[in-house]
């Protein structure tokens, strides 16, 4: 396991853009769990391997400011070949706030007729996510589910990504292909984000 990683930017020192404080007077942001944004950005591309007992080691770049002290995490399936960590205070305040507008909804009857869609969700919602902790040397033991949807085996390599508001778990050919298909659009996407 390489201590070094493949690429990392440095913004700030520790691969992060510098912290800034929020405008009091902004309204708040609304958005999906899984798309909660961070003022620290994390970024780099670092290769491990994945242990006999299905560890695999988490930077401390990319772990220390999005776990904090407790290294207390969510672990989700993102699409198939990929698996993302984020914060668990986040995580649960973002899907608690989502599930109980659902609950209010169907209580109020206005999903009716959309049960397939509510059936969907709870399938989805029961089998989408675990909470993990890290544990020393900032290993993360994946549990049976989320390594067989990674797809990587025990003693294989895997790619650990700062993406920006999360850490991602990547099985690298489905990585490269990822990598591969959207580089062409890296400028374009970072004036779109930056303007």
């Not at 399936?77 to 169907?106: M, P, T």
Request: aromatic content about 8%; overall charge positive; proline content about 5%.
């Amino acid at each position: 396991m390489g201590k070094k990683p493949i690429y990392a930017e440095s913004f700030n020192g520790g691969g992060r853009w510098p912290k800034t404080t929020p405008d009091p007077g902004a309204a708040p942001r609304s958005c999906h769990p899984k798309r909660e944004m961070s003022t620290n950005l994390l970024f780099g591309e670092y290769r491990r391997l994945l242990d006999e007992r299905f560890r695999v080691s988490i930077p401390t770049e990319l772990s220390g400011s999005l776990l904090g002290d407790d290294g207390e995490g969510i672990l989700a399936k993102e699409r198939f070949g990929a698996l993302s960590l984020w914060s668990a205070a986040r995580w649960s305040e973002k899907l608690d706030q989502g599930v109980r507008l659902v609950q209010e909804k169907i209580h109020a009857g206005r999903l009716d007729g959309r049960i397939d869609e509510v059936q969907r969700l709870g399938r989805l919602l029961s089998t989408r996510h675990t909470r993990v902790r890290l544990a020393g040397r900032g290993r993360l033991v994946l549990p049976e589910g989320f390594r067989e949807f990674l797809g990587v085996d025990a003693g294989g390599e895997v790619l650990v990504v700062g993406a920006a508001v999360c850490v991602e778990l990547w099985q690298p050919q489905v990585w490269f292909e990822y990598v591969q298909e959207s580089m062409p659009e890296f400028r374009q996407l970072f004036d779109q984000l930056s303007a």
